[in-house]
């Protein structure tokens, strides 16, 4: 049995079925939307992250394995409203998803010999920025991101781009905040898991 050819009897082909039914006899699944159930794939994405948080502190994987299967489910029911109009349906996602993974890592994939995870990560950008056709510099940082992971990627962006941030004001308080990111990122660190962690911290 291979990655793409699962059995018949796989969880990840019969929960096709399963969405399918839902779907159909289900009136809470029927009425669905992509844009009603955006809320709830945001929800799910926050428990897992607050479940890997967990294990830190020796929580349960078992807790992260249930939240993951969550996020899946989210995936699952986006694919089954699609294929009722013959959008694309699971098969779809996961071909592009392995059509994707194929082109951003040649150097596992294709014949460039690489090693080092900040020059993978810049192959990676630099495929995708392809694929997009990005004219402009901060396309692709959605608004919506936590304001200190969306200052971590426009950050990125201003150093691939060769651009140095202008020297912070220092009686301004988001001057001074998106310096603290900059710091963060000369350290490898992550600003946004920092101060969730120092949160976590401070209210143990």
């Known amino acids: 049995m291979t990655v793409d050819e699962p059995g018949a009897d796989s969880a990840l082909v ?3 079925e399963i969405m399918a039914k839902l779907r159909a006899e289900c009136g809470w699944k029927a009425a669905q939307t992509h844009r009603s159930l955006a809320k709830h794939l945001l929800e799910e994405t926050y428990e897992t992250l607050e479940a890997i948080e967990a294990l830190d502190a020796g929580g349960n994987p078992d807790d992260l394995r249930e939240e993951l299967g969550d996020v899946l489910l989210q995936v699952y029911l986006h694919a089954a409203i699609a294929a009722e109009t013959g959008a694309f349906d699971i098969e779809d996602v996961a071909s592009g998803l392995r059509e994707k993974m194929i082109r951003r ?5 294709g014949d460039v010999h690489e090693t080092d995870p900040a020059r993978i990560n ?4 630099a495929v995708k920025a392809a694929e997009k056709q990005r004219t402009d510099l901060f396309d692709g940082i959605p608004l919506e991101l936590p304001a200190l992971t969306r200052a971590t990627k426009v950050l ?3 150093e691939r781009a060769g651009r140095v941030l202008p020297a912070p004001d220092p009686s301004d308080l988001g001057d001074r905040l998106l ?3 900059a710091e963060a990122r000369a350290a490898g660190e992550d600003p946004e898991q920092a101060l969730r962690d120092a949160v976590r911290r401070a209210g143990a």
């Open 156 to 158: 990125d962006r201003l």
């Open 105 to 109: 890592n040649p150097h596992v994939f």
């Open 179 to 181: 310096a603290l990111v």
């Open 14 to 16: 019969e929960l096709v």
């Open 122 to 125: 810049e192959t990676w950008e």
